[in-house]
Structure formats: structure tokens, C-alpha cells
């Protein structure tokens, strides 16, 4: 099923030479094994987090971490360092060093198991999938939010094959067709060759039942958030949508170096969180510290803040 998405309003966005610096940049940050193992200096101290949602298993998975100096060359690039420094300090974080989480999701709706992003490589998703009780070959139904390297890499092991044999494949329609035009090394290698084992869908397409699509364009073109919901409860998986909890999320105008479309992005932060403020729903952002999960609460004018999910998942 295709649809037109909601966000989309840059031409240049289509233009499949920005795919090659944001290739690139994206390479630097996740391109290393170190990464995908987990903290370059240590292991994690968990690689999966389970919950349920309803009736539905739901699970995060830390699939790498890694720090990377000097935070502004990626966030806040639009404001000045002695407000980015100002902002760092109010919130306990240092201004010169940030830690970044990769942080897949993997559920059960009682008839498929279904996998939203696959890591930065196939060794780094298979370990946290085992911790949450799965085997590649349990996965029925992979969903690509976006095509960043580090969203995309597990989709295929060293050897070219297919991680998740069995799986079936969703992704946005807008975002493949992107993608498929860009000439991008990782798409071809990545995502093209499993093509004819995907599904496309757009704003308000049905990945499986209680699990529904919407279109949150500007970190990619075709970027997508997913809405969780079952026994009267519901969960979001934001994605990209904010890359950091703080320099991101809490504020959405803050340009982000990975952001296609900053003006979209920032839009799509105001839309998607300031929903989820409202609703009082929980949300599982890719990038946010581990377990990648918490809430959203207004901030002053237009800003927000995140609360970290803490036991109401047990409740």
C-alpha cells in the first residue's frame, strides 16, 4: 500500500546526492565492532529490557553504545556554545562528550513476532534478541523505520545472507523509493536484495494487527513512528525521531547533524512528541539512554521534557 506522507514538503530532499555526506557521517558514528558489541570500554550491563504492553510482549534491546567527543559538531549546531553549555549543565551532562545508544525493539502480539530495526550489524542484534528469549529465525516480520546505516546493518550477516530467514519486511514506501534512488553502497548491499520480500506502506498503514504506521518525515524522507496498542494501552515507537533526550527531544528546534530536513525534523519533534505529552503515552526512542523508554512532559514554550520510564511497565 502506498500513501503520500504528511511532512514531506522539500523537493531537495528527493535529490539522491544528499544521501552520500549522511551516509558518510553516519558511517563515522556507527562504524566500528567496538560499537556493536557494546561500550567501547566495557560491556553493558544489560542487553534487554521486557515488558508487557496489554497482550503484547514487548522487549528493548541494546544492540551498541558508544561515546563520541565534542556534541556539538552533532546537536544544537544552530544555537551557541554558551547555551548549548548553559543547556548541558542544567541537565547534569557534560558539554564536551556524549554517549549514544542503539536501541532496537522486538515484540510478540500473540500470533507473529515482529523486530522495528535490526542495529548496526548482524552480531550486534542476535546477542540481545537470545537475552530476550528469540532466535533470528524466531522473527516473522522485521520493520525498517528508516534506512541509516545503524538501523539497517543486521539486516544481513558478513556473508551476505539474511539474518531474520524467515521474515517478512515493512518499511515506508516514500523512504525506499529514496533510498533506491540515492546510490547508496549500504542500501544496495543491505536492503535491495531483500526488496522482493517487502512490504511498503505510508501515513496510517497496518504493519500487524494493533501496530500502525505514521509518517514523521525530516530525519529521513520517508522516517516513520509506529504506534503500539493493545488492551487499552499504547506504546510509540518514535524511532529517530529525537536522537538525544535532552540536545534533541527537549529542544525540538535544535538542529541535529544527521537531519535531512532540519526544518521537517523539528517539526516532526513538535508534532510527535507534543501528541505523546498530551496522550500521556510511553515512547521507545531508538537513541535514548538504555532501556530507551519514558515519557514526555511539556517544557515552556514549545519545549519538552523526558521522564524516564521506571517501574509503570511492571504495574
Keep these: 500500500m502506498t500513501s503520500t506522507s504528511k511532512g514531506l514538503t522539500r523537493r531537495g530532499l528527493l535529490n539522491a546526492a544528499a544521501a552520500t555526506p549522511v551516509a558518510a557521517a553516519a558511517a563515522t558514528l556507527v562504524g566500528t565492532q567496538a560499537m556493536a558489541d557494546g561500550h567501547a570500554s566495557a560491556q553493558p550491563n544489560a542487553k534487554k529490557n521486557s515488558f508487557k504492553l496489554g497482550d503484547m510482549d514487548v522487549a528493548t534491546l541494546l544492540a551498541g553504545s558508544a561515546s563520541r567527543d565534542e556534541p556539538q559538531t552533532i546537536f544544537g549546531m544552530n544555537v551557541s556554545a554558551e ?7 542544567e541537565n547534569f551532562l557534560p558539554a564536551d562528550k556524549v554517549q549514544f545508544f542503539f536501541t532496537p525493539t522486538v515484540i510478540n502480539n500473540g500470533s507473529e513476532t515482529i523486530l522495528f530495526d535490526t542495529g548496526l550489524n548482524a552480531k550486534g542484534i542476535t546477542g540481545p534478541l537470545a537475552a530476550a528469549g528469540y532466535a533470528p529465525e524466531d522473527i516473522d516480520v522485521v520493520v525498517l523505520t528508516h534506512m541509516h546505516g545503524d538501523h ?8 551476505g545472507s539474511a539474518t531474520f530467514a524467515n521474515a517478512r519486511y515493512v518499511t515506508g514506501q516514500i523512504e525506499f523509493d529514496h533510498w533506491a534512488k540515492a546510490e547508496n553502497e549500504n542500501f544496495e548491499k543491505k536492503v535491495r536484495p531483500l526488496a522482493e520480500k517487502m512490504t511498503f506502506i505510508g501515513d496510517g498503514g497496518s504493519v500487524a494487527s494493533g501496530i500502525t504506521g505514521m509518517a514523521a518525515v525530516g530525519h529521513t524522507p520517508g522516517h516513520m513512528v509506529y ?11 518514535t524511532a529517530d525521531t529525537a536522537n538525544h533526550y535532552v540536545w534533541s527531544l527537549a529542544y525540538p528546534e535544535w538542529e ?6 532540519k526544518a521537517a525534523a523539528a517539526a516532526a519533534r513538535k508534532q510527535v512528541f507534543g501528541q505523546l505529552a498530551a496522550d500521556k503515552i510511553p515512547f521507545i526512542g531508538y537513541h535514548m539512554p538504555f532501556p530507551g523508554m519514558g515519557y514526555v512532559d511539556t517544557r515552556g514554550e514549545g519545549g519538552f521534557h523526558y521522564v524516564p520510564a521506571s517501574y509503570q511497565m511492571m504495574l
Excluded: N, P
Aim: no cysteine; hydrophobic share 40%.
Design 152 to 159: 539497517i546493518g543486521g539486516l544481513t550477516g558478513e556473508d
Design 227 to 237: 504506534m503500539l496498542d493493545s488492551g487499552g494501552k499504547q506504546l510509540m515507537i
Design 83 to 89: 547555551e548549548f553549555a548553559e543547556v548541558s549543565e
Design 256 to 261: 541535529v547533524r544527521f537531519d535531512m530536513d
